[in-house]
Antibody, heavy 117, light 107 residues
């Protein structure tokens, strides 16, 4: 059974930092690109970024709204994906999903990040 | 960045209705488009990939069409479990972009 389990969400003040983790199991994590997608309360889905696999040189892509503030990384030895979020803004408040949406349709249950003073 | 514009943003429909949702891309994306369904409190679920290919396990009443800049998701006969929000996603280029969503409500 495929599982993606996010952790690390919580309440943080504007300007603060937070690191999200995603533990993957049930598929060959190292073979695939991984994404972060977020959803603000009551709003639509927003793609945050992608981490390519070793064949893709572990390169990353980001949405304009987070570029320069967020960093995606992965550790294939731990089957884990990470999202380092710095300089957080109130508009970053959202549920953050770890996902493998190409070629699969694997999603975690999400972790809530609340940026508020 | 490629903008994805869905229409309508919301709609009311009855069980048995034929429903069509449109997604327009601000530039050509070939057939690099997927459709997702999301129910309240649940994670998104992919229905269609490559614009018209049905995801395994998805009922055949769902279909997708289009290429270039205009795409449609059709539900041939709306069922009670289909009341949800639907999103398109372009994966032709980075950054990936979702449409704003179409909420299908019970009439």
């Amino acid at each position: 059974e495929v599982q993606l389990v996010e952790s690390g969400g919580g309440l943080v003040q504007p300007g603060g930092s937070l690191r999200l983790s995603c533990a993957a199991s049930g598929f060959t994590f190292s073979d695939h690109y991984m994404d972060w997608v977020r959803q603000a309360p009551g709003k639509g889905l927003e793609w945050v970024g992608r981490a390519r696999n070793k064949a893709g040189s572990y390169t990353t892509e980001y949405a304009a709204s987070v570029k320069g503030r967020f960093t995606i990384s992965r550790d294939d030895s731990k089957n884990s994906l990470y999202l380092q979020m710095n300089s957080l803004k109130t508009e970053d408040t959202a549920v953050y999903y770890c996902a493998c949406i190409s070629p699969f349709d694997y999603w975690g249950q999400g972790t809530l990040v609340t940026v508020s003073s | 960045d490629i903008q994805m514009t869905q229409s309508p943003s919301a709609m009311s429909a009855s069980v048995g209705d034929r429903v069509t949702i449109t997604c327009r891309a601000s530039q050509a994306i070939s057939n690099y488009l997927a459709w997702f369904q999301q129910k309240p409190g649940k994670v998104p679920k992919r229905l269609i990939y490559s614009a018209s290919s049905l995801q395994s396990g998805v009922p055949s009443r769902f279909s997708g069409s289009g290429s270039g800049t205009e795409f449609t998701l059709t539900i041939s006969s709306l069922q009670p479990e289909d009341f949800a929000t639907y999103y398109c996603l372009q994966h032709n280029s980075y950054p990936r972009t979702f449409g704003q969503g179409t909420k299908v409500e019970i009439k």
